[in-house]
């Protein structure tokens, strides 16, 4: 990618900690930004399988209190947020813990706009809207994939619009991330395939992103060579170890590459079949990043042929397009490996819900606005991004 004439920022936690009985650290590491009395955002699930226990145990030890909120919802919503603030302030919390995956962090980083800046959640969709610091906030993170516990990012779905609203804001950036794979041993294979393929899209965007640099490069091609290697063993074998240690290093590096390079239309889109349909993220990802980056392909035919040489494909005598395609159908090859539905509507039949061809132009249109794609190597007309819905559904 050509970044002459350009300066990019590096944005990450200033503390991070990664390997088994790193959760060991969060009481101390909460009173070291300075805070006394959190308030824990996490989900029910995470409750029910003791993840949250863990946690609380190390904060009895420290003698510290600490109020939760375990109404978090997957995609969490406007109210969801609201409704957390109001517990924060009742409780008299002074900090943040946010425990799980990307949505009790992104509800969670809600949260900290409101009770630091004021107003409601939507004053800061866009970029860096925001004005004052967070309060003192730890993320310790459950699912190898979103990266929310190290991002500048918050994403919060709004009732009204049935939009996510993508938030894009450094002040949003975890003082300290936890990742430790003991906590995700518990994940099963469905949660695990959508988590590792929501990371593979976040380093592939960040790859052939328009803003992409040497630093963002180096960990986008470290994340996707550990997931080709260790998501199948993940989804295999939830209790292989080692697959889930590569897999807090490979999702943590996407997270890097993508917090620092941003994304593309994959996310711009998936956050719309997210706010319509109320689906999980990290499969219609999935679903989608064959499709956009074929459409993409013209604008980044070298890139994408040296990610098939990444990963290990005989592409050796290739041209370049000829190795590009072979990554594509890499991708298609891991997503059915791992059980990820071949289309949009498989998906949603699993779920419940009726992804519908009438619903593609409100959505096209909503993915036009869509911050994350500001940075897709090609630009889609609506008539493009329409084509693409069309065909992964």
Avoid at 38 to 44: A, G, R, W
Avoid at 63 to 78: H, R
Avoid at 88 to 96: A, F, P, V
Avoid at 135 to 141: D, E, L
């Amino acid at each position: 990618m050509m970044i002459t004439g350009n300066n990019y920022g590096f944005f990450i936690p200033s503390v991070t900690q990664i390997g088994v009985g790193a959760v060991k650290i969060c009481g101390e590491k909460i009173k070291a930004l300075g805070g006394t009395k959190p308030l824990i955002v996490t989900d029910k699930g995470i409750v029910k399988v003791g993840v949250l226990k863990m946690v609380t145990d190390v904060l009895d030890a420290e003698g510290m209190k600490y109020a939760i909120f375990d109404e978090t919802i997957p995609n969490p919503t406007d109210k969801n947020v609201h409704d957390a603030v109001d517990l924060y302030k009742k409780e008299g919390c002074d900090s943040l813990i946010t425990l799980g995956g990307g949505s009790s962090h992104d509800c969670g980083k809600g949260v900290g706009f409101v009770t630091a800046n004021g107003g409601k959640i939507h004053d800061f969709e866009g970029v860096n809207k925001s004005t004052k610091p967070f309060p003192p906030y730890v993320a310790i993170n459950t699912t190898a994939g979103t990266a929310s516990e190290m991002t500048r990012f918050c994403i919060i779905t709004d009732l009204s619009r049935h939009v996510k609203m993508a938030i894009v804001d450094w002040r949003c950036t975890p003082g300290v991330a936890i990742d430790d794979p003991i906590l995700m041993m518990g994940m099963p294979p469905r949660l695990t395939a959508a988590t590792g393929m929501d990371a593979l899209t976040h380093a592939v965007e960040a790859y052939v992103s328009t803003i992409a640099t040497p630093m963002t490069d180096a960990c986008a091609e470290k994340a996707i060579d550990l997931i080709f290697k260790f998501l199948p063993r993940a989804v295999a074998n939830g209790s292989d170890l080692e697959a889930r240690d590569m897999m807090c290093y490979a999702e943590y590096l996407a997270g890097m590459a993508f917090n620092n390079a941003s994304l593309g239309h994959v996310h711009a889109m998936a956050h719309q079949l997210g706010g319509f349909y109320d689906l999980p993220h990290g499969e219609c990802n999935a679903i989608l990043l064959p499709h956009v980056e074929k459409y993409n392909l013209i604008a980044c035919i070298d890139r994408l042929a040296a990610l098939a040489k990444l990963i290990g494909e005989p592409v050796a005598g290739m041209s370049n397009r000829a190795a590009a395609d072979v990554f594509l159908d890499a991708i298609r090859r891991i997503s059915t490996d791992i059980g990820i539905p071949a289309g949009l509507v498989e998906m949603g039949k699993f779920y419940g819900k009726e992804v519908k061809a009438s619903d593609i132009p409100t959505m096209t249109g909503n993915a036009q606005k869509d911050a994350c794609g500001f940075t897709n190597p090609r630009c889609p007309t609506d008539k493009d991004v329409t084509g693409i819905y069309t065909a992964a559904l």
